[in-house]
């Protein structure tokens, strides 16, 4: 569930450099769980920076939050103590020179002065010699060096792979898990690379709204996707009139598999089940005014929600949003829907790219109690789903136990009114290109970073059967 954008603490004045809003948006994600690609582009607006501080400062917090874990490692080499007795703000201070000193050669003296520069203004003058000593011993070594000192103590394989390429262990894990149910765990080290390679901005033209010819330069896979011109794509006039929006393309073909997986009748009813932020949802909503289908989008937080109704705005302002447990949609509405999206709340490790902070922010624990709920989602989907009816189980994340794993589960019951569809089929039909899929249980598709530059969208259309 993605929260809002942290607030503002009280006294807090307005972040106006580089890295005084980097170090403000790497402490609102470690203080505030709060997510940095709604944060960090509202505070780069409010700063009115150039294109080219704009850059450095997404730099600045991507960077620090996508290598956080191993450069929090570095720092307690550094300083020779455990990282939680050092209070909490100077760790977003050193992890930010860190980064600067370690990944962007920025001179040492240059970091390290700003660093203090930094403290000072942030309330933390009694850490100024500390934060000082700490990044000159960082800089005395390069990062392949500090690398090798962390694995000299390590031999769990996944952990040393963790360690160098910026991963916990359990995801590196859960990445060669998924893999392998390709037959290609060779490919790990392409995609842990790839999870480090900031993801190239696509937008999605809407149908009935704009073409992708219009908008821009077709992308690779989905028939509605483009590629976004270099600087703010909320400044391209088809973003900014809501006729194509900021979307990444495993998130185009995943709606379209269910909206193209066969032709639409007049008349039918479909249902995002999860719909916030709202980003599928709109996709959805123009596909069903072309079809002359009705949409009705499901979000259990009030506040994303209304993100899901700012979505719709211009497309299909009539659709209904709804504010409800998706748990609960079965049993109140069963066999009511013809099509169903349901975009599973995940652990999100398929869009490490976009969201740096996502691989530090869940842990191994986690998954059993998301697997739970996405479970109990797919049931009341089923139950919702009218006979002939097609349901989309979409995850943003390729670990088995919230994939492939929920639908053996669901599929081995024999009262299941579902059946899979041969999802991997319904995506070439409507690529602009074969996609390399690997061969996965029940037909289901994965989509990866490596592979398609695309988030790593998992896949599965089912049928329930006719009365």
Same mark, same amino acid.
């Given at each position: ?14 972040? =106006? =450099? ?35 501080? +704009? ?33 909490? /703000? ?125 908008? $821009? ?49 007049? $008349? ?24 002359? +289908? ?50 599973? /709340? ?25 697997? +739970? ?15 002939? $009816? ?32 041969? =999802? ?44």
């Amino acid at each position: 569930m993605t929260p809002s954008p942290a607030p503002r603490r009280a006294g807090q004045r307005a972040a =106006t =450099t580089p890295r005084a809003i980097a170090l403000e948006v790497v402490t609102a994600v470690r203080a505030d769980d709060a997510y940095a690609n709604l944060l960090l582009p509202a505070r780069i607006r409010r700063a009115r920076l150039s294109p080219a501080d +704009a850059a450095l400062t997404t730099e600045l917090a991507y960077g620090t939050l996508r290598r956080r874990g191993l450069y929090d490692r570095i720092v307690e080499k550094a300083a020779g103590r455990a990282l939680a007795a050092i209070d909490a /703000p100077v760790t977003d201070l050193l992890a930010l020179g860190t980064h600067q000193l370690l990944a962007m050669r920025t001179p040492a003296h240059a970091a390290v002065d700003e660093s203090v520069r930094l403290a000072r203004a942030t309330g933390q003058s009694r850490a100024t010699g500390f934060v000082n000593a700490v990044l000159r011993a960082v800089a005395r070594a390069d990062e392949p060096q500090w690398v090798a000192r962390l694995l000299a103590d390590i031999d769990d394989p996944d952990e040393r792979l963790g360690i160098t390429t910026a991963h916990p262990a359990w995801v590196v894990a859960a990445l060669r898990a998924a893999l392998e149910r390709e037959g290609r765990a060779d490919e790990l080290e392409r995609l842990l690379t790839a999870d480090n390679t900031p993801a190239r901005v696509m937008l999605a033209a809407l149908p009935g709204l704009s073409t992708p010819d219009e908008v $821009g330069a077709p992308a690779s896979w989905a028939p509605t996707a483009v590629l976004a011109p270099a600087g703010d794509p909320g400044a391209h006039p088809a973003v900014a009139a809501g006729c194509a929006r900021v979307q990444d393309e495993g998130s185009q073909l995943a709606a379209l598999a269910l909206t193209r997986a066969r032709a639409v009748r007049a $008349g039918e009813r479909w249902l995002d089940l999860c719909a916030g932020p709202g980003g599928k949802a709109a996709l959805l909503a123009a596909e069903a005014r072309q079809g002359d +289908a009705v949409l009705v989008a499901n979000e259990v937080v009030p506040a994303r929600a209304g993100l899901v109704r700012s979505a719709l705005q211009a497309v299909d302002p009539a659709v209904e949003v709804r504010v409800g447990d998706g748990r609960a949609i079965g049993a109140d509405e069963p066999a009511r829907y013809d099509r169903i999206l349901l975009d599973a /709340p995940c652990t999100g490790l398929g869009a490490l790219r976009r969201r740096p902070e996502a691989r530090w922010r869940k842990s191994a624990g986690d998954v059993p109690e998301l697997a +739970a709920l996405q479970a109990q989602l797919l049931r009341s989907a089923v139950d919702a789903l009218a006979p002939g $009816g097609i349901l989309a189980y979409v995850t943003c994340s390729p670990h088995p136990a919230e994939t492939t794993a929920i639908l053996d589960a669901l599929l081995a019951d024999p009262a299941c009114p579902v059946t899979p569809l041969d =999802t991997r089929a319904v995506l070439d039909g409507i690529s602009r290109a074969l996609l390399d899929l690997g061969a996965l249980p029940h037909g289901a598709a994965q989509l990866w970073p490596h592979r398609h530059g695309t988030d790593a969208m998992f896949i599965q259309l089912l049928q329930r059967g006719t009365a």
